[in-house]
């Protein structure tokens, strides 16, 4: 395709003002609010969740204590009954011998009450746990919900952005097949390269509206009477009327 230089320069910046729209557009995508709320929910969700996980395994932990302090209960029980009846069976006259069991089963009993404190401390040390438990799981299950609303709002607006890209690609792809290929290559090497800038305006003829720098007379002059499209000699993008 032969472009006239101020075609070309007509088309160059066409093609500039689109790809500068769906830079906006995309920076629209990555500020959307619900994408930040959704990275807030994600962190939320997963500290409720370890949370959760820790309470509920504090509790079995807590479960396998009382359940083993139980059985050591049974057996100090048995031992005390034992102790009890040998005391008053009758058989054992030995004062010596009685005072020893009698000695025995105050120090059982002493140890079952100690034993005994300990479970009720369990058993309320558990109960906060099962509270502080159920609270996480509602605040997991609350959090999912905020997060699956999050998400369809999300995703409804990526949609809509997306398509506005669409559109304006479309338009802009259908410019750039005026263009040749070195043309292209140049285009979006500079593009890639200058922050999405790649072909500028001379501002009031006199300097680049890229880098803002001031021309040489010389340039000038070749500016106001030339046309068509030329390179920055400061930031090389390309310049055009
Ligand atoms: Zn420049």
Known sequence: MDLSPVELGTVLWEVQQYDTCILEVRKRIEGLPAKHRLTELAAELSEARQARTD????????????????????????????????????????????????????????KRDEMETEDLELMEETDRLAAEAAELKAKVETTESSEALAKSVYEKELEE????????????????LKLDEET??????????????????????????????????????????????????????????
């Open 55 to 110: 309470r509920e395994r504090e509790l079995e932990e807590i479960g396998h204590r009382q359940h083993k302090l139980d059985g050591e209960l049974d057996l100090l029980t048995s031992k005390v009954k034992v102790e009890e009846q040998k005391l008053f069976s009758g058989t054992i006259m030995n004062p010596k011998e009685l005072q020893a069991i009698q000695a025995e089963i105050f120090s059982l009993r002493k």
């Open 161 to 176: 952005l997306e398509l506005e890209i669409a559109g304006l690609e479309g338009e802009r792809d259908a410019r750039k």
């Open 184 to 241: 292209i290559a140049e285009y979006e090497k500079l593009l890639a390269g200058k922050a999405g800038l790649a072909v500028v305006k001379i501002q009031k003829g006199a300097s680049c509206g890229g880098c803002h720098i001031q021309f040489s007379a010389t340039q000038i002059d070749q500016y106001e009477h030339g046309e068509g499209v030329w390179r920055c000699q400061y930031c090389r993008r390309m310049l055009v009327k």
